[in-house]
């Protein structure tokens, strides 16, 4: 089971939630949220983790060319567009960077064309992307969309193994349960959370959506300038 934990604003929080065998950090770059960070700070983070952890920007209604740029700057692998985002500005996008997570709100009739947005993941959350309100589940009809599905909103160690269980994705995101407060995690709620997700993804591994796989975005090769186009 994939582990991703978002909304990382600190290299402490990094370093511990690696530690404890997240898969996955996420930098957040939207203005105004309680968790965001600058691009700098976030490089100097991804410069002390170990190689094999996937780095994450996340971005909602963002310039394309402001995308691509602070990925570059930072040195993160994925792009996560988490807004009302154009297909053909993600599809852009996903040609720059090294993989790119759309994100839908669990119910939005656009996940049927998922694959015209260029995504190599898709990420379905709650109705207040960042807000820890849970929905649903039972929305996932279990359909195989043809990608990996990463599963967000609301989930906590009380709930992640229920929402493995009916849900089967090949990942979860987690921010707000597992902080103590907005921005800053708690290492108790971290050790709590991947632990319970650790244990139920491995009881439904290669059930559920192209589950078992592994992600590993291509290394890059020369960075792609924004300013040339």
């Not at 898969?23 to 170990?50: E, H, K, T, Y």
């Not at 394309?64 to 297909?87: K, S």
């Not at 053909?88 to 759309?102: M, Q, S």
Request: net charge negative; charged share 25%.
């Amino acid at each position: 089971m994939f582990v991703k934990v978002c909304g990382v604003t600190n290299e402490e929080d990094a370093l511990v939630a690696v530690g404890m065998g997240a898969d996955a950090v996420g930098f957040n770059f939207v203005s105004g949220s309680p968790r965001q960070i600058s691009p700098r700070l976030a490089r100097d983070i991804v410069r002390r983790l170990p190689g094999g952890i996937v780095t994450v920007g996340v971005f909602r209604n963002e310039l394309p060319e402001r995308v691509v740029q602070i990925m570059d700057g930072a040195g993160l692998r994925l792009a996560q567009l988490h807004g009302n985002e154009p297909a053909a500005d993600c599809r852009w996008v996903a040609e720059r960077v090294p993989g790119l997570i759309k994100a839908f709100v669990a119910g939005d009739p656009h996940v049927e064309r998922v694959r015209d947005y260029g995504a190599s993941v898709l990420l379905l959350d709650g109705p207040s992307p960042g807000g820890g309100r849970v929905f649903d589940w039972r929305q996932l009809d279990g359909r195989d969309r043809g990608m990996r599905l990463l599963l967000a909103g609301g989930l906590r160690a009380s709930n992640v193994a229920q929402a493995i269980e009916l849900v089967r994705p090949w990942g979860v995101d987690v921010a707000t349960g597992v902080e103590s407060q907005p921005g800053h995690k708690d290492v108790l709620a971290l050790r709590e959370f991947i632990a319970a997700a650790k244990e139920a993804g491995a009881l439904y591994e290669g059930t559920g959506q192209s589950g078992g796989a592994t992600v590993t975005a291509p290394a890059p090769g020369a960075p792609y300038d924004w300013r040339d186009d």
